[in-house]
């Protein structure tokens, strides 16, 4: 939160502290430029009306952040998922809604570039993902292209459970895409919808699974549903329907069937959603602190912070605070193909840590700071109801990182119980 003070907000990750590249430095830094002068005067109309943050899309074309994970060979920045990470955060602490977004458009970057680059593919595979890829890359840097990511299907799909329903059926010179997305997030405002299907054969298998980046204006998509939710307004995450939606073989995102070796080898991918809440967390600290101090914008100067019980729960909110954090960034240090099996444990434990401490921290925030602070004129209510989102996101929920936890704790791959 900028509060009255005119300097600029401290890093989430000071560098020094924690040992930043030079990338991630830069990038963190340009985030938080971005955020603090820009999106967190913007963050209450998006919330209120419930419309995409388009002007803070045209300002992250500008500065070049569309392209982040667009590999340097393509002329992108090149990030890493980790580089990403830190840097989503720091959006997140001023419009959650721009950060998870962000993170769908970021994802078919991130999936096609490095992480893509990880996983095995025959020789003839690789070329083409290389040319398909450039088309790509080259729509987002030169034109601002927005990519939405929807592949939740309202069952055991998104989940991880099953095959997905959108079904990808082979015509000549491409596939016809059949089917029903829910929860789209950027429905009617992204230029393309990477979605996530599975061709259409007698026996439907998750080893099918294709990835198609499919122009938003094609014949046959619809949009459907109204968009008044709790959280994450910004995010128009309407449902879309698919009606033999043509597309030519170049509009595959990936190879079939990388999707799915990039599921079993690359797990770290799903912990894409945590930088948005990671900010929210952030953010709530931060708030209760200034206003504690009296120094929230558009508050009285009356300071609060001389009282015990706001003392420890300040330091309770710390505490959690710096363990969140600390899960986190080690997550993402292991973050790679192939993670040993305490690697992927590590990943459920943070996603969970990170989706429900951040609801804690803006709930004892709300606690701690008292009735004045849920103004809808501030903040802090608005980071409250953003956060609660985070636990529901697939395929990774709360529940769903509980279950894989406690099984994968007492359980071998393999093992049984006679
Ligand atoms: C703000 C917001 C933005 C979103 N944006 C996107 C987006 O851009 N793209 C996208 O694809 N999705 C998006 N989602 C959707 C999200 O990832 C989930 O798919 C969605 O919240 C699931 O809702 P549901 O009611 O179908 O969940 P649930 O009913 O909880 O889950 C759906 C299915 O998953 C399985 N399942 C769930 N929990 C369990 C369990 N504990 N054990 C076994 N099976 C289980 C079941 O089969 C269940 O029917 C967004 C959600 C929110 C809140």
């Given at each position: 939160m900028a509060g009255n003070k005119i300097e600029p907000d401290k890093p989430m990750f000071d560098p020094d502290s924690w040992g930043l590249t030079k990338q991630q430095t830069d990038l963190t830094a340009l985030a938080r430029k971005l955020g603090q002068e820009k999106f967190a005067g913007r963050a209450e109309k998006w919330d209120r009306e419930a419309i995409f943050p388009m002007a803070n899309y045209k300002d992250l074309h500008k500065s070049g952040l569309l392209g982040i994970c667009i590999p340097k060979k393509y002329k992108g920045l090149g990030a890493d998922q980790k580089t990403y990470a830190l840097t989503a955060a720091e959006i997140g602490r001023y419009c959650g809604a721009t950060a998870l977004t962000w993170n769908m458009h970021v994802a078919s970057c991130l999936w096609t570039g490095s992480l893509a680059d990880d996983l095995p593919m025959s020789r003839e595979q690789r070329k083409n993902h290389n040319r398909r890829r450039g088309i790509h890359y080259e729509r987002i840097l030169k034109k601002g292209a927005i990519y939405a990511q929807p592949f939740s299907e309202g069952g055991a799909a998104a989940a991880g459970f099953r095959p997905f329903g959108t079904l990808a059926t082979k015509v000549e010179g491409g596939w016809l895409i059949n089917g029903k997305k829910i929860f789209a997030s950027l429905a009617g405002s992204a230029d393309y919808y990477g979605v996530l299907c599975t061709e259409d054969k007698e026996i439907l298998s998750r080893k099918d699974t294709m990835y198609f980046g499919i122009?938003?204006?094609?014949?046959?998509i619809t949009i459907e549903g109204d968009w008044d939710p709790l959280g994450m307004r910004g995010t128009v995450s309407r449902n879309l329907i698919f009606e033999n939606v043509f597309v030519p073989?170049?509009?595959?995102?990936?190879?079939?069937g990388i999707y799915f070796e990039a599921v079993v080898r690359w797990p770290?991918?799903?912990?894409?959603?945590t930088p948005s809440y990671m900010g929210i967390a952030q953010a709530a600290y931060d708030f209760t602190v200034n206003y504690l101090r009296g120094e929230v914008e558009g508050t009285p100067p009356v300071k609060r912070r001389m009282y015990p019980t706001k003392q420890h729960a300040v330091a309770e909110m710390r505490i959690m605070l710096e363990q969140t954090k600390a899960v986190w960034f080690q997550m993402l240090n292991d973050a790679?193909?192939?993670?040993s099996k305490d690697e992927v444990l590590r990943a459920y434990v943070a996603q969970y840590t990170v989706m429900e401490n951040s609801n804690e921290l803006a709930q004892l925030a709300i606690r701690t700071c008292g009735g004045q602070s849920i103004l809808k004129s501030l903040p802090l209510e608005r980071l409250y109801r953003d956060s609660r989102c985070g636990g529901l996101m697939l395929p990774w929920t709360s529940e769903l990182c509980i279950d894989k936890l406690g099984r994968e704790c007492l359980y071998e791959r393999g093992e049984e119980d006679d």
């Open positions: 122009p938003a204006n094609a014949t046959g073989e170049d509009a595959a995102l990936m190879p079939k770290h991918m799903f912990t894409s959603l790679k193909p192939n993670p």
